[in-house]
């Protein structure tokens, strides 16, 4: 069992042996928690967001690690296709087909390649897409990892749309899905209720859609 909380746009709270915080961007507000960890699946402003002040251990790709820990935090670098683990959280780096780019206090830096995640804990298995379009090899993700939950952006114009996000939710095969990315900003501005409705009316998925601050509780499916 584990409680997932969406703080907003595509930051998530994963509440279980340990405290893990990925994207820690807080459209209005802040973070307001201090995980054990924070992941990290690009460099982009709205999901850097509160990284370097959280200050605790990030896990992120090696461009932004190299950053991070020149900037005295405690990062774990890695990169798609790796996993490492984490104080018994095991992290998964997926590729995600978008760009990369760390951009602080007005200097801009190579932040290698976007990505996404798979977060096991607590015998959970949690995808989040990362900013992404729709790619095939999601249904490798499924295979693999075999994800409980998965978080996918369906806001549109840097991300999948909410029909790239449908078919995404297919070859991912998670029975619970949760979208974000959306409604932060009038340009990706989505109605999540179609997007549930569609779903649910054409396969079992259940579509979990959450208010920021929200949070909502999961549990393991086991698969035959
Ligand atoms: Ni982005
Ligand atoms: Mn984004």
Redesign the pocket.
Known sequence: MMKITWLG??CFLFEGTKTVIIDPFVPEGKVGIKPDIVALTHG?A??FGETLSLNVKTVAINEIAKYLTAKGLNAEGMNIGGTIEVDGVSFTMTPALHSNWLEIGGEGYCGGCAAGFVIRMDGISIYHAG?TALFSDMKLIRDLYRPDVALL?IGGR??MGPEEAMMAANFIGAKVVIPM?YNTWPIIEQDAGMFKSSIERTTDIEVRILKPGEGTVVESVTYD
């Open positions: 746009h595509a982009h709205d999901h900013d952006p840097f991300t990315h």
